[in-house]
């Protein structure tokens, strides 16, 4: 499977969420490549612990750069499945590969619904590009 | 961008080159241009080129200018010799520090000896508005404010004189660590001072604004084959850090003297009085306030300004004043002030990031020292 940002949706806090036709209930998150462009010389990222309940719009953890530290928001609710640990280790392959080697979790959605209210790929470049 | 910011004379340029612009003291500033571990690694490997326009000059003629300073300054000016830079505070009656300065006593083109005293751009309004009455005092001293109508620039690393070589006349790449001269670069007025805030040896330079993006691209341009480079902010901030030097508004305020700042050095009590001297008297033997220290810590989050430093029974004993991830060390770094009877190197303590304890341990400043 390989994660096109174009077929994402995305808040306006710069976090993706991808969800697969093999695994309906399960979304992916990430943070898109303009946040990590943003951010920049990134150093730490605190993640949730597989089990945490998230919800949409609240925190699930923080990156760290050199500079400052950035609250990461969860764009679903529902549970965290999976968390990617060793992307903890190796913070740099973001710059390369934010989306598919750069997911960070797996949630169990509680409401599918609220994708719909996600930003498509459009509206959430529009943002970027007027940032 | 809000409108009522400064600008430097080089801000056309940051733009130029996809500089990241932040408010810094009123000013609209680098922060970085595109990565501050880059920037940072550049300057301790080769040479940084850092705009340091928002820096306060201000200026001192006159014969008895140096009396003035010596009554403002904590440190003794009326011996200093031509050429000779000091690292001084400005502090108040009771020795709370108003400011950390560079003082140059320099000689004009005309030959006439006059002061510069560099001061921080926070504090710029603040130490203008300090001496006043003390001007009032010796009407025979002419203050100019001259931060308008120049631009400074800080040349910094391993490399930074040798990219000079072309730049500059022979006589001010030899100066001294802490000297200072009036020169020309391309025919053009220029003070060179051998000083800087990185931890490297390097030079200071102040030019007339209408002259800086000359003498900005002229040095970048020599310094591309040493790989010299634009550095910001960001990469400024870490870099002293690492350095362990305080900043003012960090580890240096009004409410903390010399002494907890471990400034003791930049005070000269001895036969002499100044603004604040009677209470420095006091100070200086005072051991009961909190001390400055450096803290490494474990992991890889860094403690920010307002971090909490507990011990190990969990009672608060001091707090993080700076930190960040030192790109040198690989590790998180931090300043804090911490209760005297605990701030022995080697102690070990947590600090609070966010909620979360994190282990650090007190090391001896500077975190980095040159090679």
């Keep these: 499977m390989s994660i096109l940002p174009e077929e994402l949706r995305y808040l306006e806090s710069h976090e993706w969420v991808s969800v697969s036709n093999e695994t309906p209930g399960i979304a992916t998150v990430g943070i898109s490549a303009f946040a990590v462009a943003e951010l920049t010389d990134l150093v730490f990222m605190a993640l949730p612990k597989v089990g945490q309940s998230v919800s949409a719009g609240h925190e699930f953890g923080e990156v760290e750069s050199v500079k400052a530290v950035s609250p990461m928001y969860s764009p679903v609710s529902g549970t965290v499945v999976e968390i990617h640990s060793e992307l903890v280790n190796n913070l740099e392959s973001l710059s390369v590969d934010p989306y598919d080697g750069g997911w960070i979790m797996k949630v169990q959605m509680s409401d599918p619904s609220e994708l719909a209210r996600l930003l498509d790929w459009t509206s959430y470049k529009h943002q970027c590009d007027n940032a | ?371």
């Design chain 2, 1 to 371: 961008m809000s409108s009522q910011l400064a600008t430097t004379p080089l801000h056309a340029w940051h733009q130029e080159h996809g500089a990241r612009l932040v408010e810094f003291a009123g000013y609209d500033m680098p922060v970085q241009y595109a990565s501050i571990v880059a920037e940072h690694q550049a300057t301790r490997t080769a040479a940084g080129v850092f705009d340091i326009s928002h820096m306060g000059r201000l200026r001192f003629d006159g014969p008895r200018a140096d009396q003035l300073l010596d009554h403002l300054l904590t440190r003794r000016v009326v011996d200093m010799q031509t050429g000779q830079v000091r690292y001084s505070l400005v502090c108040d009656e009771e020795g709370g520090i108003l400011d950390d300065v560079l003082v140059s006593c320099l000689e004009s083109p005309s030959g006439k000896n006059y002061f510069l005293l560099v001061v921080n751009a926070s504090n710029r309004s603040k130490i203008v508005r300090w001496l006043q009455p003390h001007l009032a005092d010796f009407p025979d001293v002419e203050f100019h404010d001259v931060t308008d109508a120049t631009a400074m620039i800080a040349v910094q690393g391993p490399r930074a004189i040798e990219l000079c070589k072309p730049l500059l006349p022979a006589s001010v790449l030899s100066l001294g660590y802490y000297r200072a001269k009036v020169t020309e670069q391309m025919g053009k007025p220029c003070i060179v001072s051998r000083t800087g805030y990185t931890g490297e040896d390097g030079l200071e330079l102040i030019v007339k604004s209408e002259d800086a993006p000359r003498v900005w691209e002229n040095i970048l341009m020599a310094g591309r084959s040493f790989g010299a480079q634009a550095v910001g902010l960001g990469a400024r901030d870490t870099l002293r850090l690492e350095a362990g030097m305080p900043l003012y508004g960090h580890e240096l305020e009004e409410t903390i003297d010399p002494y907890q700042a471990g400034l003791g050095f930049a005070c000269n009590l001895k036969d002499r009085r100044f603004i604040g001297s009677d209470a420095l008297e006091k100070k200086s033997k005072d051991a009961t306030l909190p001390k400055r220290v450096g803290l490494i810590l474990e992991g890889r989050r860094a403690a920010r300004q307002g971090a909490d430093v507990l011990d190990t029974n969990g009672g608060m004993v001091g707090q993080v004043t700076s930190g960040s991830f030192s790109p040198t060390l690989d590790k998180p770094i931090a300043m804090a002030y911490i209760d005297p009877s605990v701030a022995v190197i080697g102690t070990s303590f947590d600090v609070d990031i966010r909620g979360t304890k994190v282990a650090a341990s007190i090391v001896s400043l500077p975190f980095y020292k040159k090679s």
